[in-house]
């Protein structure tokens, strides 16, 4: 079978991890910063913290988007609402709904997949306390002509919300060539085991600022400051934090991973390409949007097909998997009905997508037989 995910190891990942368990540290040290100080190179920004997966990134980013420091939330009461996407992993919502706040759908534009910018701009109201995109599959958001949408949202409403982009498929996606993470915004990556840059399980965050990072590594670390004296217990949590930090093993197979992942998503993007030019025109097919200066890094490769179960058991048969990953979030029963939204656009396209291999692991002839499956029919 040619998969869909597969787990990227470095050559030396393994003789990295054997030398950490010789120093048996194995909580929070050294590699740790090591790897931060590299990921902070290799994005561009200083503003940024490992945490222990990607859905505590998220959480971690709404706390700091949408808490003053020092409130210690929850709280009681509404906490208003996070306008989100529902064509996303779970993990996307259900750290909104752990802060405490209601979902509000925003419609997909059917052509990315992404959040559809118009749809928000009608939907920010006073009630807003953030606003969630995701970069589905590692296409990007145009996070600029979002900004632009806050700057008219901020002329209406008196107040900008904060966004928290969803970067866990998006390692390597730039947006007119800037990477993402240098938009201004919260952004959460996840090292998990299948995404492009593998820890097992890790994530990081970044952060718009200085004093939101500091914020970040308490909180991340129970609220304390690592450099605190605990020894004689003499130290305060002025807000209290999670259990989110990363750790030495897992920063170990981040740094080995770190050296090659570029080469990696550059052979997912040469895949989608060759996908792209052999795979247009076929009947039954329609494939996502490709906008100038929008720059994928294909974690997956979607494409919007007729009869996708009929679809899904043809590439089966012949070896190969696809899948459609995820269902929508919005008609899930943990959320509460009040929270349903008309969603056309989301409506017309959902039993279409579905997505197939594309990664580093596929060789020319696994390719050749993805185009040539797809072009016999299904
Ligand atoms: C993988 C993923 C996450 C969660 O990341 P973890 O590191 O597994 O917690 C969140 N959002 C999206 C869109 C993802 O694909």
Redesign the pocket.
Known sequence: MIPLFKVALAPDAADRVREVIGTAVLGHGPRVEEFEDALRARVGTPHLATVN??????HLALRLATSPPGSNPPGDGDRGEVLTTAL??E??NWAILANGFRVRWVDVDPGTLNMDLDDLAKKISPATRAIMV?H?AGHPVDVERLARVLDDAEAAHGFRPPVIE?C??AWGTTLRGTPLGNHGNYC?F???AT?HLACG???MLVTPDEESLRRALRLRFFGIDRRADRVNGDYDVPEWGYNFYLGEIAAAIGLANLETVADRVALHRRNAAHFDEHLAGVPGLEPTARPEGEESSFWLYPVKVERRADFIRKLADAGIQASAVVRRNDTHTCLPPDAAEALPNLDAVHDRVVHVPVGWWLSEEDRAHVVATIRSGW
Do not use: I
Request: charged content about 10%; proline content about 0%.
């Open positions: 997966n990607g859905t505590s990134g998220l996303t992993f993990a996307t995701v589905w969803d866990a498929q959460v996840s090292f998990h995404k399980a890790g994530g």
